[in-house]
């Protein structure tokens, strides 16, 4: 006998004539999907994280039980921040009740840094294959390969965390790099210049991660800073590519497809600054190498860079920026020198073949904890790459400390 409680009383009402209720069948759905797991039945495949009784009930509450990945924590961010900037979810406004079904959602723009994209897909201006082994992109990558090879050279494994990493590799005979030929004057006269011994072997793991992808022996490839990376890699160590804009993080991921060393991830470049310092082991390099198509684009490195430093302060950082206009230059110089990191290499490459030319005028990079030989080894790399790649009177190369070191 069932005894049932109502407003007029107790009254009784036997199991077998209970009239089933008639739920609707989204609440069904739901009705199921908040059932617990049964502990004494399923607890032991549950805990060995397999499911061998009665799925339909144990699996979902395990997927609620895991951590939420970096992923989903920035995708609920964006979402937050796009809210934010929506009028109908500011709290002066009257909360519009939700519809059921499908609905357009017409979100104001709001750009992500570095991605190539807003939020409403319209593309910016930037694209680095018409730009591919460049002079920036020699000297940048010259010095990348320095640092990976320090790396390699004990045996504990380490991280390369890219966050900006673009296609991974780029077709020098493409429309996009025959349109600007920027790559003759850059990776161009390196591979064809007479360099002396000293030289050439500071350069080796550059230039041969370069000859390993044309062995035919023609210059038609050029491999971004994920392939130079990737290139130096052991078994123990691990990439973390990062890149948001659609194209080219389809190349980047199919290039790297397939290598358990490295992975491919859809994620704007600063949010991937600080979600994944410091990494588990403890040694590696951080590159950031932004597209700076944005005003605020230094202040926001200055930004950047600090956040991470305080998160993973042992760590190898490599920087690089653009040289335009000096003063927005000395400007950013003197922020980092005022952020507290404690051991920064500044190194720049002037390849201007006049005071007043415009555009870009050269090439710049910040080292944070910098391998104690890499100051010596520049003494012998600049002023080699200056001559070749350089292309007037304007040209000029600096290395000296922002902090640490001999700047005191």
């Known amino acids: 006998m069932l005894v049932q409680h109502s407003a007029n009383g107790i009254r009784s009402q036997r199991r077998s004539e209970r009239v089933p209720v008639q739920r609707p069948p989204h609440l069904i759905e739901r009705v199921v999907a908040a059932q617990?797991?049964?502990r004494g039945k399923h607890a032991a495949a549950v805990r060995g994280n397999r499911i061998n009784a009665?799925?339909?009930?144990?699996?979902?509450?395990?997927?609620?039980?895991?951590?939420p990945t970096v992923e989903r924590r920035i995708a609920v961010n964006v979402e937050r921040n796009r809210q934010s900037q929506d009028p109908s979810h500011r709290a002066d406004t009257p909360r519009r009740p939700h519809p059921i079904g499908p609905?357009?959602?017409?979100?104001?723009p709001l750009r992500l840094h570095g991605t190539g994209l807003n939020l409403n897909g319209r593309a910016m201006n930037y694209r680095h294959a018409y730009h591919a082994g460049n002079f920036a992109d020699v000297m940048k990558h010259a010095v990348l390969c320095r640092v990976l090879t320090h790396l390699r050279g004990k045996p504990g494994a380490f991280r390369v965390i890219d966050t900006h990493a673009g296609a991974g590799v780029y077709d020098l005979g493409g429309v996009e790099a025959g349109k600007t030929l920027e790559w003759r004057d850059g990776i161009g006269r390196l591979i064809g210049a007479e360099l002396d011994a000293p030289v050439r072997a500071l350069l080796a793991p550059y230039l041969d991660a370069v000859a390993a992808l044309n062995p035919s022996g023609a210059l038609a490839t050029y491999p971004g800073s994920p392939a130079l990376a990737r290139a130096w890699l052991r078994s123990q160590d691990r990439l973390i590519a990062c890149e948001l804009e659609p194209q080219a993080q389809a190349a980047l991921s199919r290039g790297l497809a397939g290598d358990a060393r490295a992975k491919a991830i859809a994620i704007d470049g600063w949010t991937a600054l600080t979600a994944y310092v410091p990494p588990k082991e403890r040694r590696g390099?951080?590159?950031?190498?932004?597209?700076?198509?944005?005003?605020?684009?230094?202040?926001?490195?200055?930004?950047?860079?600090a956040a991470a430093h305080r998160k993973w302060p042992t760590g190898h950082y490599l920087v690089w920026y653009p040289i335009k206009d000096p003063n927005e230059v000395a400007a950013f110089v003197r922020k980092l020198a005022r952020s507290g990191i404690a051991k920064m290499l500044r190194v720049e490459l002037i390849v201007a073949s006049s005071p007043g030319e415009t555009g870009l005028r050269g090439s710049g990079l910040i080292v944070v904890n910098p391998p104690w030989t890499l100051h010596d080894e520049l003494e012998v790399l600049m002023p080699a790459l200056a001559r070749i790649l350089c292309r007037?009177?304007?040209?000029?190369?600096?290395?000296?400390?922002i902090a640490g070191e001999s700047s005191r």
């Open 54 to 67: 009665a799925p339909e009930l144990a699996q979902r509450p395990v997927e609620r039980r895991r951590a």
């Open 36 to 38: 617990p797991i049964n």
């Open 103 to 108: 609905q357009s959602i017409q979100a104001p």
């Open 285 to 305: 390099l951080v590159l950031i190498d932004p597209p700076f198509e944005q005003d605020g684009e230094f202040s926001r490195l200055v930004q950047g860079l």
């Open 392 to 401: 007037g009177a304007a040209s000029k190369f600096l290395y000296q400390w």
